[in-house]
């Protein structure tokens, strides 16, 4: 199904319009698949990604300040996100030695054991929704790489002619 008709409208401003809506829109839809799949699991999907983050890490400990950057969705609260991990067993805080006023951050045991599972559950799941070939998803991927560079680049330039 297109866009106009999963959202019920039947022309937009421009393609540039069309598409925004259209990335928007399947991101949105991917997000709540996720978030249906992870609901079994009591996480969200952004504890799931703070979950990700600290496993590749590989033991290592992360600031609550890494993880932000990290972040799939830069608008969480990376400290939130830790205090309910945190709460569940998935995590550990720590006072950091080299800075008192950071906390660094690791998976335990049980969140290792959670992302486990979970890694075969986001398999089924991607799976499943996997309608293009490989060839197509790596024209995805290559186009939406391209459309972010291009306008961080274009930004870029404007703010310097604002300066």
């Known amino acids: 199904m297109n866009i106009g008709e999963e959202i019920q409208q039947k022309a937009f401003a421009n393609e540039l319009n069309k598409m925004v809506i259209n990335i928007v829109f399947t991101a949105n839809w991917l997000t709540l698949r996720l978030a249906q799949s992870l609901k079994h699991y009591d996480i969200t999907p952004e504890q799931y990604n703070v979950l990700r983050i600290l496993r590749g890490q590989k033991g290592n400990p992360a600031t609550i300040n890494m993880i932000t950057e990290r972040m799939l969705d830069k608008n969480s609260n990376a400290s939130r996100l830790v205090d309910k991990l945190k ?67 274009n930004e870029s330039v404007n703010f310097q002619k604002k300066l």
């Open 87 to 153: 709460q569940k067993g998935f995590v550990e805080r720590r006072e950091c030695p080299k800075d008192r006023r950071a906390c660094d951050v690791l998976l335990t045991e049980k969140g290792t054991q959670l992302l486990l599972e979970l890694d075969k559950e986001m398999s089924n799941n991607e799976k499943s929704i996997t309608a293009l070939s490989e060839e197509e998803m790596k024209t995805v991927n290559e186009l939406l790489d391209k459309f972010r560079t291009l306008v961080k680049e």
